[in-house]
């Protein structure tokens, strides 16, 4: 019998980590992120790791990192602290009268996950049916400031390595960039990335883009909707690729079924966590759509976990898994995840296989907090 999952106490810590690049997306620029991490004791003092993806304004999704640790705080750790489980799934059914919120319930869920494997003494990727090695990785560019400069940073990414360049794109910087950079490069894997910023007003836009080849277009309309990507998917050839409006395994099966997306990007923050991913990536394997692990500027916590995530079959195309390097100076785990040739291998150690950089990580946090739920 497998041991149980005990969690006797939680450990919070928040900081913000200075960005080495200029973020510009249709949302606007991002220069640092704010980083919310949880580590999970067990009963001999074993760790889980997890790192929270929401942000300070609810601009991706609605979730905030002010909610997400008061929910921690408030509810979530007070329900599962001082107890045991079978299994981290068992554990998140304490939280199952919680509606939404799915960015916090992960970060808790990440945790667990951690701690259980390394009490069953197995990588992570091996307990959730990963079937690689090594995954492959692509890039996302932020909005540069011309086509030249667009170019050059492709080029510069390319030298580097990445198996596939995303473009974030708004309205006024789409066509012109993609039109640029494919030029320059005819046949590399290229993808764009709207983040909801446009309509079914701006179909010319898309049917524009058809022409250039690309692997997919990435969530071009609203965050919460599937009809009118739908309406868009039947107007155009390339694929779309939903990201924002995917929160859960029924919202894929949704989308897949009205035929408003080929092609799903997973982050495990957005649907609540590994095992929704692990269901949605069910669904798309049933309607044979490819999957990707996306990315949400995580640190070396969250890194880790999407390259574990990524070794599922399913994950077919080169998710946002990056060199870690590539965003900071110092990382939040004390292991190095790099991507060489195209590919970061993934760590092999139990659970997530990286280890806390507590000093770094203490020496920035803006808040440090612990809790046995007062037993
Ligand atoms: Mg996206």
Redesign the pocket.
């Known amino acids: 019998m497998p041991p149980a999952l005990h969690i006797a106490r939680a450990e919070v810590f928040l900081l913000k980590l200075p960005l080495k690049f200029r973020f510009e997306t249709s949302f606007g620029v991002q220069t640092a992120k704010t980083v919310p991490l949880i580590v999970l004791h067990g009963a001999n003092d074993e760790v889980g790791l997890g790192e929270g993806v929401m942000e300070d304004a609810p601009m991706f999704r609605e979730e905030t990192v002010t909610g997400a640790l008061y929910l921690l705080k408030e509810l979530f750790l007070p329900a599962i602290l001082g107890q045991s489980f079978a299994n981290p799934q068992a554990m998140m059914l304490a939280l199952s009268g919680f509606r939404g919120n799915p960015m916090a319930k992960a970060m808790l869920e990440a945790a667990a996950w951690d701690l259980w494997a390394r009490g069953l003494g197995v990588p992570l990727a091996h307990l959730l049916g990963g079937v690689r090695e090594r995954v492959a990785v692509g890039v996302s560019l932020g909005i540069q400031a011309s086509e030249a400069a667009t170019v050059q940073a492709v080029e510069a990414h390319l030298a580097q390595g990445y198996r596939r360049i995303k473009l974030k794109i708004k309205p006024g910087w789409d066509v012109q960039p993609v039109a640029a950079v494919r030029a320059a490069f005819p046949d590399i894997a290229l993808t764009v ?1 709207a ?1 909801s910023a446009y309509s079914l007003a701006d179909t010319r836009v898309f049917q524009t883009l058809d022409a250039y080849n690309l692997d997919y277009i ?2 071009p309309l609203a965050y919460d909707d599937l009809q009118d990507h739908a309406a868009l998917q039947s107007r155009i050839g390339t694929p779309l690729c939903l ?1 924002e409006s995917i929160v859960s395994a029924r919202a894929a099966r949704q989308a897949l079924a009205l035929d408003a997306g080929r092609v799903i ?1 997973v982050k495990q923050g957005r649907v609540g966590g590994v095992a929704e991913s692990l269901r949605i990536h069910d669904v798309a394997q049933a309607f044979s759509a490819p999957l990707w692990c ?1 990315g949400m500027l995580e640190s070396g916590v969250g890194r880790a976990l999407n390259i574990h995530l990524s070794t599922l079959p399913g994950f077919s195309k080169p998710g946002d898994t990056a060199s870690a390097s590539r965003y900071w100076d110092t990382d939040t785990v004390n292991e190095p995840l790099e991507m060489i040739g195209g590919y970061q291998m993934v760590p092999s150690g139990p659970g997530l296989g990286v280890s806390l950089n507590r000093e770094f990580v203490q020496s920035v946090a803006s808040e440090h907090w612990t809790t046995d739920g007062g037993r």
Do not use: F, L
């Open positions: 990335d983040n990435e969530q990201d990007n996306g």
